[in-house]
């Protein structure tokens, strides 16, 4: 075998020499790699496996979808801040407290910006996390199972857009506030906004190993609307950027009364100082009420926890905490080069990008080239900060990426464009239209010290044409480029599901090998799990009626049931005995107020039914799992409130 | 078969080494994609799902004869679907009681066909163990085969024949169940 390989490999290369040598007329071709149509360079063979994993937020879906490049097919949907009644996402009583918030049960937010979890700086795979935008939350998300394991609210915030963007070793998922509110909540005149709001930057921990996350510290900033950020990596480690517009503070009419001052700021916030702030007891404790919800793999249920304080820094009395640097015309995406030096600020209403100098900012601050202050926080001087500007690159710059080799790619949202610039030239060297008004865009590890620089995909706003009409309403679309050459080309469009408001890259063999397949049933912890058809009961409590069931192929046990009574509430509990990749159960019965459940190999969950009517009702297994998947049903007797028929379940008569 | 593969692989380079743009260097495999997954489900590599009824049958020394008479068959597919299937399995010592060159025989390609059908006349859709051929005994029920037979379930004392093969064990897989049997079942003459 492991001679086969070699002559396998040695004639590949071989002949690899002779492709390359033996036609002369590929020689000093710098276009995009080894150029031939797009159609094969997004082609994935069947039963071949794609390159890279593309995370896209789902935007107002509220999920987190997974995507291979390059094909742009679509793998998963992970629900996350909305239900999903395919998955039983917060229709099941096991994850039902997954969205539990302080206003109570929410079905559904808005995602925008997920980040893999890294070490050194270096994407790691582990988790990824996401933000809800409506009711400020974050979520981490296990690239084992692909399922949403945490859910932390965050309080004295509102619009939580900001975020999730974590530090370079996945000490902190930050997430700031867009729509600055008074705090604590109160009832007061919106007109006094100006000087009376505040826009909190929370800095929520997370643990190294597990992944738990606690809201460490918030940051309680002036009223300004905080709208993206990214941390300091390599040397400025330590640090963390927010892009800020409204520095106006207006209430009202923001187009215009948001869109009046030259420059608005980056807020660059020092959270190594916060920590020594912080264990120098310089902070308030405030009294808060914010929802922590966390799923447990062993016992297939989450749990949510109300938590009552949080830990408050004010930056005007904590010198070195937070600087502004002034940046123009609304910015929005904050973004940092792979080397940590450069500061790119995406004033979305200017005409040139502003890029600022870290080791300039450190100088300005020792030097204190100060420009008066802002509520307390000193205002560094742009001239003594900035270190380069790109001119004229095009029309509503929003957000930029950076590959290895010292370019960067900024998406224009008027100008329909994705911008290829250097690094330190600040030249412009490529310009590719996209279809249509770019959002985002995402380069695999584009956001951390190694970027993947071999594709970039645009997250588009608009559609129109680029596919057949579905109505009124069509999905949006991404678009992938080779970024190989010095002329990006674009491969490929393909549909998403919501908006790909923002997205996460990762190569595949990252991932891939520790994705999780089956649930060992021998670790399965659930209070109702029935571990074999032996442990299968119907138990009594007054009204509620518990079911034990297992399901296999191709089987429920039990699948007769009798003495149910009208005004009962019936629990299935049911567990997948299966111990085989893909091979999930479903179970729904007729009339339930509820979704199916689809229960993974070792799983358990559980459903209720309130039966209304007298009769026999069938069930039956959801998701086509067997040769006798149609064979796998079952009956619930159901009689009158005043019978005495007695409780009793069977299979096959026994 | 790795041999064909490299020779393929080379011829493929080859080929496409100098076409029109000169550049293009396509994978090797969507040439030919046929040979991808030759043996489908069967060559999915997965070591933490509890093992199939395939890889328990390749896993047993008794049972090296059936092995080879399913690959000769080009059923290993059968044997790793979604199931469930009840597989009836003749020990090695089963082959060979057999008439002397039966064996022989039925893995010559020309009776592929007919090594398939007395192969799939030993498995069975549903999950049947010992306390179900037991019940199946009982209640009068006959097991359908996929080959279309149906095999009588008899009870004598502590021993369980299906169709005239005597029950030596069974063993719970991932996808159904195997009943390890000391005879081959011979279809019923037509």
């Not at chain 1, 609210?153 to 530090?167: K, Q, R």
Request: glycine residues 8%; charged residues 20%.
């Amino acid at each position: 075998m492991k001679v086969a390989f070699k002559i396998f490999f040695l004639s590949a290369f071989i002949a690899s020499i002779f492709a390359l040598s033996g036609c002369g007329n590929n020689g000093g071709s710098k276009s995009g790699a080894l150029t031939s149509s797009a159609a094969n360079r997004v082609f994935i063979p069947p039963g071949e496996h794609d390159e890279f994993y593309a995370f896209m937020s789902g935007g107002f879906s509220g999920q987190l979808a997974v995507h291979g490049l390059p094909s742009g097919r679509l793998f998963k949907v992970i629900p996350v801040f909305s239900v999903d009644a395919e998955k039983a996402y917060g229709f099941n009583e096991e994850t039902k407290p997954m969205l539990n918030t302080s206003y109570g049960f929410i079905p559904w937010d808005d995602s925008h910006h997920p980040d893999i979890s890294q070490t050194n700086g270096e994407l790691d795979g582990r988790w990824i996390f996401i933000n809800a935008n409506n009711t400020p939350r974050i979520a981490r998300i296990s690239l084992e199972t692909f399922e949403t394991e945490e859910i932390i609210e965050i309080p004295n915030s509102a619009g939580n857009h900001s975020s999730s963007f974590i530090t370079e070793n996945t000490e902190y998922v930050v997430a700031g506030t867009r729509f600055s509110v008074p705090v604590p909540q109160r009832d007061m005149p919106i007109s006094e906004y100006k000087g009376n709001f505040k826009g909190a930057l929370s800095f929520i921990s997370v643990d190294k190993d597990h992944g738990d996350m606690e809201i460490a510290f918030q940051i309680m900033m002036p009223g300004f609307d905080y709208d993206l950020s990214h941390p300091g990596r390599g040397k400025s480690h330590g640090w963390f950027f927010f892009t800020t517009y409204n520095t106006e503070e207006a209430s009202t009419l923001l187009e215009v009364n948001a869109s009046q001052n030259d420059k608005d700021f980056i807020a660059a916030v020092n959270w190594k100082k916060a920590e020594e702030y912080i264990k120098a007891g310089k902070f308030k404790t405030m009294k808060a009420n914010y929802a922590h919800n966390v799923y447990d793999e062993d016992t297939h249920t989450a749990t949510s926890t109300m938590k009552k304080s949080v830990k408050v820094l004010d930056p005007a009395e904590l010198p070195g905490l937070v600087y502004f640097l002034p940046t123009p015309k609304s910015p929005h995406g904050c973004d940092v080069d792979p080397s940590g030096e450069y500061i790119v600020g995406n004033g979305k209403l200017a005409a040139s990008l502003t890029v600022h100098s870290f080791t300039k900012m450190q100088k300005a601050i020792k030097e204190e080239k100060f420009d008066g202050d802002a509520y307390g926080i000193p205002i560094l001087n742009f001239d003594a900060i900035n270190a380069g500007t790109v001119m004229q690159p095009g029309l509503g710059p929003l957000h930029t990426e950076f590959d290895a080799n010292g370019y960067a790619y900024t998406t224009f949202f008027i100008s329909s464009e994705v911008v290829k610039w250097q690094l330190g030239t600040w030249k412009v060297i490529d310009r590719k239209p996209t279809y249509y008004s770019v959002g985002h865009l995402m380069i695999p590890g584009g956001n951390s010290r190694k970027p993947f620089g071999k594709y970039l995909v645009a997250l588009n706003k608009i559609t129109k044409d680029r596919y057949l009409p579905t109505g009124p309403e069509v999905c949006h679309s991404a678009q992938l480029y080779d970024i190989t050459g010095d002329k990006m080309e674009l491969l490929l469009d393909f549909p998403t599901i919501g908006e790909p408001h923002y997205a996460a890259g990762a190569p595949a063999s990252l991932i891939a090998p520790n994705s999780k397949k089956i649930y060992r049933l021998e670790d399965n912890k659930h209070p109702y799990v029935a571990k074999s058809e032996k442990e299968t009961k119907v138990v009594r409590k007054g009204k509620d009626v518990h079911v034990y069931m297992t399901m296999i192929r191709s089987h429920f046990a039990p699948d007769n049931i009798e003495g149910i009574k009208v005004g009962d509430r019936v629990y299935f509990h049911v567990t997948n005995l299966e111990q085989d990749y893909d091979v999930p159960h479903g179970i729904s019965i007729i009339g339930a107020n509820t979704s199916e459940l689809l229960i993974m190999p070792g799983q358990t969950e559980t459903f209720v039914w309130e039966p209304k009517q007298v009769g026999v009702w069938p069930f039956y297994c959801t998701d086509f799992c067997s040769a006798l998947h149609q064979e796998m049903q079952g009956y619930v007797r159901v009689s009158p409130k005043s019978s005495n028929i007695k409780l009793s379940w069977s299979l096959d008569g026994e | 078969m790795i041999r064909k593969m490299i020779i393929i692989f080379t011829a493929c380079l080859f080929l496409f080494a100098c076409n029109s743009g000169g550049e293009e260097q396509p994978s090797n495999s969507s040439n030919n994609l046929e040979d991808n997954t030759p043996k489908g489900q069967a060559s999915v590599v997965d070591n933490v799902s509890a093992k199939n009824i395939l890889q328990v049958a390749m896993g047993s020394d008794d049972h090296t004869t059936l092995v080879a008479a399913v690959e000769a068959a080009e059923i290993e597919h059968v044997l790793v679907n979604a199931g469930p299937l009840t597989v009836f399995a003749p020990t090695n010592a089963a082959f060979d009681a057999l008439p002397e060159g039966t064996v022989a025989s039925l893995l010559e390609p020309e009776n592929k066909e007919k090594l398939a059908f007395i192969l799939t006349n030993h498995a069975a859709p549903g999950s049947f163990n010992i306390e179900s051929l037991k019940k199946e005994s009982k209640k009068g029920r006959k097991i359908y085969t996929a080959a279309g037979e149906y095999l009588e379930v008899v009870v004598e004392g502590k021993d369980v024949t299906v169709g005239g093969a005597k029950v030596l064990g069974t063993i719970q897989t991932s996808n159904g169940i195997i009943n390890v049997v000391d005879n081959v079942i011979l279809p019923t003459e037509k």
